[in-house]
């Protein structure tokens, strides 16, 4: 049983496209991350759902809208893609406290062409 | 000033020696502390966590942790071949803020 899944693993696309990335873990944590890492492998966090509700919002253009429709879910969608947007997206998962560490999706390949 | 800083790779050791890892955070009141080893094509996979100053011990794998400092380290005794990755330390305020990582190669 994967804990956490993302789907799709791997995406390509044309610039302008919109595109979405879904997530589900099924470790009955409150708390759900989506995390961009570069080329240069620098993870960053993007966004932090707790309970449905958004409580981290990084500094991340409006054309990335995440969603999440229960706990166990949380969905990443992109408008308008550009060429910056290639990278991995990881989705996280913990349980609600600073003491906890996060249990990460296997990441989509975004790439934009 | 970035919120957590690694030495920088790449990082390489003969098989069977110790690689030390290091990172430095900025916040001084950061309480939880993590390491993480990310394998090429792979997720980051949880290793190690520590709270308390010292030194904590799983398998081959020694965290070590000085709060006046805000360092953190991670030693990696006997290393093998399946050792080469990259490794991220990670701090846990409010949210969790990964260092850039360092990749480590051991030779057989």
């Known amino acids: 049983d994967t804990a956490v899944s993302q789907t799709p693993k791997y995406l390509v696309t044309q610039m302008g496209n919109d595109k979405s990335i879904k997530c589900e873990q099924n470790?009955?944590?409150?708390?759900m991350y989506w995390y961009k890492q570069d080329s240069k492998k620098f993870l960053k966090i993007m966004f932090s759902?707790?309970?449905?509700?958004?409580?981290i919002n990084e500094t991340v253009p409006n054309r990335f809208s995440p969603k999440s429709p229960d706990k166990a879910h949380l969905n990443l969608h992109i408008n308008s893609l550009e060429l910056g947007d290639s990278a991995v997206y990881f989705c996280?998962?913990?349980?609600?406290?600073?003491?906890?560490?996060?249990?990460f999706g296997s990441g989509t390949r975004l790439t934009v062409v | 000033q970035k919120e957590v800083e690694q030495n920088s790779g790449p990082l390489s050791v003969p098989e069977g020696a110790i690689a030390s890892l290091n990172c430095t955070y900025s916040?001084?009141?950061?309480?939880?502390f993590f390491w993480y080893r990310q394998y090429s094509g792979k997720s980051p996979e949880l290793i190690m966590s520590?709270?308390?100053?010292g030194d904590k011990e799983d398998g081959r794998f020694t965290a070590q942790l000085n709060k006046a400092s805000q360092y953190v380290s991670l030693l990696i005794r006997d290393s093998q071949p399946s050792d080469s990755a990259t490794y991220l330390c990670?701090?846990?305020?409010?949210?969790?803020?990964f260092g850039a990582g360092t990749t480590v190669t051991v030779r057989a």
């Open positions: 759902y707790n309970n449905k509700e958004l409580i």
């Open positions: 990670a701090v846990n305020d409010y949210k969790l803020s």
């Open positions: 916040d001084r009141g950061s309480q939880s």
């Open positions: 996280a998962s913990s349980q609600e406290g600073a003491g906890y560490g996060y249990t």
């Open positions: 520590i709270y308390s100053n």
């Open positions: 470790l009955g944590h409150d708390t």
